[in-house]
């Protein structure tokens, strides 16, 4: 048997050596290992095959190749589900705190307002009668402005109007 491998192991002086090669027996490739012994004039050599050898390695890469696969996947869609929670939290707080400001700031006229008939002047909660202007901008955040409508335009200005 001419097997370079062993010849280099032979002249090396090294204690063991494990390679893959081919069997000059059934000419199939097999895992073959050569140890030492220093005790005796004897070198053990042991030769397997390969495929019987790595099946169960194969099988096993496999199922830890599908598993990191796997994890990997899991790992990247509970991140961007993590995100995805963090960012509508984060959306929701800052609507929350707006709509918090606009709760404070709104301020409502309810019940019963007591108006005069004529003057259209509003009676407060100490008895005093004030312009309706008045009493709306110190119950609520509205303003007015002035202006004359047409039908008082006409009876009030009706000189000005050319026919």
Avoid at 59 to 70: A, C, E, V
Wanted: net charge positive.
């Amino acid at each position: 048997m001419v097997d370079p491998n062993l010849d280099a192991f032979l002249s090396s002086g090294r204690d063991s050596l494990a390679y893959i090669g081919f069997s000059p027996f059934d000419n199939k490739r097999k895992i073959i290992a050569f140890q030492r012994t220093h005790q005796f004039p004897y070198m053990i050599a042991v030769a397997s095959n390969v495929e019987s050898e790595l099946a169960g390695w194969y099988q096993k890469r496999t199922i830890y190749s599908f598993g990191w696969l796997l994890s990997t996947i899991i790992f990247f869609l509970l991140t961007h589900v993590l995100i995805r929670l963090y960012s509508a939290k984060n959306s929701l707080e800052e609507k929350n705190r707006k709509l918090q400001k606009a709760s404070e700031e709104i301020k409502t006229l309810e019940g019963i307002v007591p108006i005069c008939s004529y003057c259209k002047k509003i009676r407060d909660d100490k008895g005093y009668w004030e312009q309706v202007e008045v009493y709306v901008r110190r119950h609520s955040h509205a303003d007015f402005s002035q202006g004359i409508c047409p039908d008082c335009f006409k009876k009030h200005y009706s000189e000005c109007i050319d026919d």
